[in-house]
């Protein structure tokens, strides 16, 4: 059992808590709408065996991290289609978040794993803060960069999401968890897909904040808002790119698209979707020690 500890950026706090203390330090990112928790222990413990020191934290209008509750949300609609002139939070305030993070654990830098909403914040962080990363793993095909993930995202699935109805409480929110990561994961591994596994998560994320459509939303709002992000500007550390073959929110043409851009390799599974599935986290876990361990080798991407 972990403990949850505060880091703090400005009047913000950022829950996070962390997993093993000898290896090399590496910084979970989540994604949209959702605490760390939907993060399993599980892939944690994996990481921690594969010779890291794991930190999840949720970012913030997310879990124990701070929401901005007075701040009006924009109907779902309006914050995925269009841009808001004043959000409650710019985009960048997503990466900060993470650096603060970075000096509660008294990090100088660290791996970065992005997944979903976590692949801007990752490549947010690097290119505002270079020397503080070692080499980025980005997951599941999702990111920020001016608006272009619109054009490579499944809107069924999006509006299927987003249009389900739950009952309030914790059971509301674990059959809600369960609905929205079968929905999430590949339709051609549900065989294998962890209903309990899925439940405890919801417990608990509704045990650290009940789900709140409006800090959804507000998220959204903050990542329509960023100026174009100088992919040129990132360090030359290792990057690769992973990808679920069958994700059913992003189209795999988005981390094609990606990994063109940052001229970064890119691993397609077969059986994994917009998720961390439950038979991958080994594989998953070796692959991101795999690209750790070339942080010797100088990278240099050529100029985009």
Not at 94 to 107: G, I, P, T
Not at 175 to 199: C, I, K, N, Q
Not at 220 to 247: H, K, M
Not at 267 to 275: E, N, V
């Amino acid at each position: 059992m972990t403990t949850v500890q505060y880091a703090h950026y400005g009047d913000v706090r950022i829950a996070y808590e962390r997993f093993g203390e000898t290896g090399d330090p590496l910084l979970l990112i989540g994604g949209h709408g959702r605490p760390s928790t939907w993060i399993p222990d599980g892939f944690c413990h994996a990481l921690v065996d594969a010779g890291f020191t794991v930190v999840r934290f949720d970012n913030r209008d997310s879990g124990l991290s701070t929401h901005f509750d007075s701040h009006t949300a924009a109907g779902y609609v309006s914050a995925v289609l269009r841009r808001t002139r004043r959000p409650p939070y710019p985009v960048t305030a997503f990466a900060d978040d993470a650096a603060a993070v970075l000096d509660a654990n008294d990090w100088p830098a660290a791996h970065l794993v992005g997944g979903s909403m976590g692949i801007g914040i990752a490549l947010l962080l690097a290119a505002r803060a270079p020397d503080r990363v070692h080499s980025m793993n980005l997951l599941t095909g999702g990111y920020m960069h001016q608006h272009r993930i619109l054009r490579y995202t499944r809107f069924a699935t999006l509006l299927s999401i987003a249009g389900r109805r739950f009952p309030p409480g914790p059971e509301g929110e674990a059959e809600m968890t369960v609905a929205v990561m079968r929905m999430l994961a590949s339709p051609h591994a549900l065989d294998r897909f962890d209903d309990d596994l899925a439940r405890d998560i919801g417990r608990r994320s509704h045990a650290r904040h009940p789900h709140d459509p409006a800090a959804d939303r507000r998220q959204i709002a903050a990542g329509r808002t960023g100026e174009p992000w100088p992919f040129d500007a990132l360090p030359d550390v290792p990057i690769q790119i992973i990808n679920g073959l069958d994700d059913p929110m992003i189209r795999a043409t988005g981390g094609l698209d990606l990994a063109r851009r940052l001229r970064a390799p890119i691993r397609f599974y077969p059986d994994m979707g917009h998720d961390l599935p439950k038979h991958l986290w080994g594989t998953l876990a070796a692959d991101i020690r795999a690209l750790a361990d070339r942080r010797s080798v100088p990278e240099t991407r050529p100029a985009a």
